[in-house]
């Protein structure tokens, strides 16, 4: 009989989908390490990258904020982070996802615009392209790109237990 840690976690297919179906409509938590050691917690949209439900890790995260930003001075001296994506409201409902990340800092104007406009597109998927772009291109010199890569993934889904 499989222990009830075994019965709650999610397959790779079921990580990959449940993380991006949550993109669309949720944030991330992502902690840094501030300067005292403290960790530092901020929400932010995300898009999910180079999904592989086989392959380790099954996917990157990937999502853009202000270069000056206490999370980017943070990560700038230790680009590590751990993310989490989860949801529910009672016990039987809990579902979620811890990643302990290596974060990549994007600053090349292009690939910064190109996270933008994929973070954008996804909140407001009616939206004119071009619009969406030209606001991007505007915002984007006073960003960074973050490129999250798993290198430790837990996950729990309690709907799998049928009750308590």
Same mark, same amino acid.
């Given at each position: 009989?499989?222990?009830?840690?075994?019965?709650?976690?999610?397959?790779?297919?079921?990580?990959?989908?449940?993380?991006?179906?949550?993109?669309?409509?949720?944030?991330?938590? @992502?902690?840094?390490?501030?300067?005292?050691?403290?960790?530092? +917690?901020?929400?932010?949209?995300?898009? &999910?990258?180079?999904?592989?439900?086989?392959?380790?890790?099954?996917?990157?995260?990937?999502?853009?904020?202000?270069?000056?930003?206490?999370?980017?001075?943070? #990560?700038?001296?230790?680009?590590?982070?751990?993310? +989490?994506?989860?949801?529910?409201?009672?016990?039987?409902?809990?579902?979620? @996802?811890?990643?302990?990340?290596? @974060?990549?800092? @994007?600053?090349?104007?292009?690939?910064?615009?190109?996270? $933008?406009?994929?973070?954008?597109?996804?909140?407001?998927? $009616?939206?004119?392209?071009?619009?969406?772009?030209? #606001?991007?291109?505007?915002?984007?010199?006073?960003? &960074?790109?973050?490129?999250?890569?798993?290198?430790?993934?837990?996950?729990?889904?309690?709907?799998?237990?049928?009750?308590?």
């Amino acid at each position: 009989m499989p222990s009830r840690r075994e019965a709650i976690r999610m397959s790779g297919d079921e990580l990959v989908s449940y993380v991006a179906a949550r993109a669309v409509d949720t944030t991330v938590t @992502v902690a840094t390490l501030g300067p005292d050691g403290r960790p530092h +917690l901020v929400p932010l949209w995300y898009v &999910v990258r180079d999904t592989d439900p086989v392959a380790t890790p099954p996917l990157r995260l990937a999502s853009w904020t202000y270069a000056r930003s206490q999370k980017v001075v943070n #990560l700038r001296r230790d680009p590590r982070a751990t993310l +989490l994506v989860e949801s529910g409201q009672s016990y039987d409902e809990l579902r979620g @996802v811890s990643m302990e990340c290596d @974060v990549e800092l @994007v600053t090349d104007l292009a690939e910064v615009t190109s996270i $933008g406009v994929d973070l954008a597109s996804a909140r407001a998927p $009616g939206a004119e392209a071009s619009a969406v772009r030209d #606001l991007v291109a505007a915002q984007a010199p006073k960003r &960074v790109g973050l490129v999250c890569t798993p290198t430790k993934i837990v996950s729990w889904d309690h709907t799998k237990l049928g009750g308590y």
